[in-house]
């Protein structure tokens, strides 16, 4: 998988500081590092270029970290900037986090080790938090798009009596994918999912109230579904008692909202990973189990999935979820170098829901092994493009313990 490059600029008046941090990233080509001996040079470079992120030094001839901080902050107020120091305490900290730093590093061989690592989560962060904002005002938008319409009677209207539909108007005839007159008679539970039965069985009780709002999924004529919006009031219809209501299509935004609420479950588990992978001390084939139940926790229906990692010439469990016997029938009926290749979706049949993600996990250049998953979503790409950058933390995970093994101490072993 091709990593997106990172350009990151490191404000750092100590060579010798500044010359560890290059050897951390040193085996990390998705990153392109500037550096800046004074905060005028750093702020120069800053005018001059656009940056995913910004280490500052506290302490630093001319103006200080402190006061570039407060500059970037002024003219940007969402890219990451983490401020470093040798010489940590609380107190420092909490000025720095009030002066809206992002993170607070102590200076120290084992975090200038991390550094790539810590650097790439919180760029990841900001990106979402970016695009959640512009998910957002879509929703926003949308929100005030429904709303005129409403307020212009461009809404679905129908009278609704014994569950029946008495009247409708063209509207409600194009949001239900049929002609107004195929709806007269038909008991609205039909057009509802039936999960959502509940939802309408509050009609009965709460007609009391001005206006409630109800949402719910609705099955159209060809099959699909939508999501709408009604509301309700109660009102004499040819002498005896029905509801009136109107309906908003607010599909777009439903789908908006639970992509929003999807890609929220995926960064917190992908920062999970992360994070176990940052703990100074714990077993790996624990942490490969938490990473492995982090991921089949996002997706839908994954009950069955395992990690396998590549040794004495062939492919080891290290991590299960689910049935061990239905993970090895699926294995022993594909090639190892298959699943290595690169990721895929494994159907048995084209019409069944269920299907097999296999994503090869890379590790200091190389392949050390694969993460498989069953899982019943609906988007397989969706879910391989999630394991893929699952797998990038996991490679991380083995890449940090294979470094502190090599280095004498065993964060992971």
Not at 240 to 263: F, M, P, Y
Not at 281 to 306: F, H, P
Request: hydrophobic fraction near 40%.
């Amino acid at each position: 998988m091709t990593v997106e490059p990172y350009r990151i600029l490191i404000i750092e008046d100590d060579p010798e500081h500044a010359d560890l941090i290059k050897m951390g990233f040193r085996r990390h080509d998705e990153f392109f590092l500037d550096f800046a001996a004074t905060g005028e040079e750093g702020l120069e470079l800053i005018a001059a270029n656009t940056y995913d992120l910004i280490s500052v030094d506290l302490i630093l001839p001319g103006i200080g970290g402190l006061d570039v901080l407060v500059r970037i902050r002024k003219f940007d107020p969402d890219i990451p900037v983490v401020m470093v120091s040798g010489h940590g305490t609380t107190e420092m900290a909490v000025v720095a986090f009030e002066n809206r730093a992002t993170k607070y590093v102590v200076k120290s061989l084992e975090s200038f080790k991390s550094l790539p690592y810590v650097f790439e989560n919180l760029i990841q962060e900001a990106r979402f938090k970016i695009q959640e904002r512009e998910m957002r005002e879509m929703i926003e938008r949308s929100e005030r798009i429904h709303r005129n319409i409403v307020e212009n009677a461009l809404a679905g209207i129908y009278i609704l009596q014994d569950g029946c539909f008495k009247l409708v108007n063209p509207k409600l005839g194009e949001i239900f994918g049929c002609t107004p007159e195929s709806l007269k008679e038909m008991p609205f539970w039909q057009l509802v999912k039936p999960d959502d039965m509940e939802c309408i069985s509050l009609l009965e009780r709460d007609n009391q109230l001005s206006a409630p709002i109800y949402e719910s999924m609705i099955l159209r004529k060809d099959g699909t579904r939508r999501w709408i919006e009604f509301r309700t009031v109660p009102i004499e219809y040819e002498g005896r008692r029905a509801v009136l209501g109107n309906v908003l299509d607010i599909t777009q935004r439903k789908e908006l909202e639970i992509e929003a609420l999807r890609s929220n479950k995926e960064l917190a588990a992908i920062n999970s990973i992360m994070m176990r992978a940052l703990q100074p001390e714990g077993d790996r084939d624990k942490a490969l189990g938490d990473a492995l139940a982090s991921m089949t926790s996002v997706l839908e229906k994954a009950d069955v999935g395992g990690i396998f990692l590549m040794e004495g010439g062939g492919l080891v469990l290290r991590a299960l979820v689910g049935s061990v016997e239905e993970l090895i029938e699926f294995i022993e009926k594909k090639e190892s170098s298959a699943l290595l290749a690169a990721p895929k979706a494994h159907r048995p049949d084209e019409a069944s829901r269920r299907f097999w993600a296999s994503v090869p996990i890379h590790c200091d250049g190389r392949t050390q092994g694969v993460i498989v998953v069953s899982s019943e979503d609906s988007e397989s790409e969706r879910v391989l493009s999630f394991l893929e950058r699952a797998a990038c933390q996991v490679g991380c995970l083995l890449d940090i313990a294979s470094q502190t093994v090599h280095s004498g101490t065993s964060i992971l072993a």
